[in-house]
């Protein structure tokens, strides 16, 4: 089946520093939609951003992915760490085959130091 | 803009207890979901549903059932909870039309078994 994978589960950065969080993903599907969510604290989780099309850099709220299907890869990167991005971030994926399911990785809480 | 909100928010049981979850959606949003949350497995789907009387099974269904009597609402039913059970529940729902993927989330119900 479907499967994502976060390597980190806990990343600790100081502000201003470049962020990279790591997602790798398995499907036998080749239209899959891959996602970054972010739950902050006592708030919901919510879509920060999405691709489906391979090589494309996808942007959103200061964060961007790239979709690289050769490496099954759809990492989330910022340039500059601020405080205000402490949160948990989830990838996720769709097969895109139409039953709607998406499958979460374990997440990565993201922790920015002053 | 999306809204799914879920009831009680907070649930202290005891084990072999009955607990029910309830989500209603306004968003005329076909699909809806159960996740739990927990800290090193991340967003796990329990059930889902794409409309009045359909249930399909998540990936953690074990020890729940689910129940969706209309469009807008959805329960999720623990009728023997365990210490295993407790987490915090996320429901959700999603248009599904095949271009936007995009899941709105509640606010969560964390739920305690003791």
């Known amino acids: 089946g479907d499967s994502v994978t976060q390597k980190e589960g806990l990343v600790t950065l100081t502000e201003g520093l470049p962020v990279m969080l790591n997602c790798t993903y398995q499907t036998i599907y080749s239209n899959a939609f891959l996602f970054w969510y972010v739950h902050y604290l006592n708030e919901s989780p919510r879509l920060l951003l999405k691709s489906s099309t391979d090589n494309k850099r996808t942007e959103h709220q200061g964060f961007h992915a790239t979709l690289h299907k050769s490496s099954s890869s759809f990492h989330l990167q910022k340039s500059s760490a601020q405080l205000s991005d402490s949160a948990l971030y989830y990838c996720a994926l769709s097969p895109n085959y139409g039953n709607e399911k998406i499958t979460f990785g374990a997440g990565t809480k993201l922790t920015i130091k002053p | ?114």
Not at chain 2, 32 to 50: A, F, V
């Open chain 2, 1 to 114: 803009e999306a809204a799914v909100t879920q009831s009680p928010r907070n649930k202290v049981t005891v084990t072999g207890g009955n607990v029910t979850l309830s989500c209603r959606q306004t968003n005329s949003h076909n699909y809806m979901y159960w996740y739990r949350q927990d800290t090193g497995h991340g967003l796990r789907l329990i059930h889902y549903s794409y409309g009045a009387g359909n249930l399909q099974i998540g990936d953690v269904p074990d020890g729940y059932k689910a129940t969706r009597t209309t469009q807008e609402d959805f329960f999720l039913l623990l009728e023997l909870a365990s210490p295993s059970q407790t987490s915090l529940y996320f429901c959700a729902s999603s248009d599904g039309l095949g271009v936007s993927y995009e899941q709105y989330f509640g606010p969560g119900t964390r739920l305690t078994v003791l």
